[in-house]
């Protein structure tokens, strides 16, 4: 089992930026697939950014140019790094980690973009 904690959150304009943080504790493997995903009040749970150990990315259409996922495998924790952002950012922010065909979740953190 591993264990994500998120950390980061808050109150921002729009516009402002904000860095989010992971850390993963517990049964860590060293290779594996990292991201985070956000749910908006009424709706689900949607990808954000994902990041592989070998340092893949792949990005939501609505983030790419804004947003941008890092990793310190040396304290097994992942990044967000969000930019311009947009009341539509507004959501919890989970964290995820995957290995082995299942997914470990952190509790979420939220972001508000407003003014």
């Known amino acids: 089992q591993v264990q994500l904690v998120e950390s980061g959150g808050g109150l921002v304009q729009p516009g402002g930026s904000l860095r989010l943080s992971c850390a993963a504790s517990?049964?860590?493997?060293?290779?594996?697939?990292m991201g985070w995903y956000r749910q908006a009040p009424g709706k689900g749970r949607d990808l954000v950014a994902t990041?592989?150990?070998?340092?893949?990315?792949n990005y939501a259409d609505s983030v790419k140019g804004r947003f941008t996922i890092s990793r310190d495998d040396a304290k097994n924790t992942v990044y967000l790094q969000m930019s311009s952002l947009k009341p539509e950012d507004t959501a919890v922010y989970y964290c995820?980690?995957?290995?082995?065909?299942?997914?470990?979740w952190g509790k979420g953190t939220l972001v508000t973009v407003s003014s």
């Open positions: 995820n980690y995957y290995w082995g065909g299942r997914d470990n």
């Open positions: 517990g049964s860590v493997r060293s290779i594996n697939t």
């Open positions: 990041i592989t150990s070998g340092g893949y990315t």
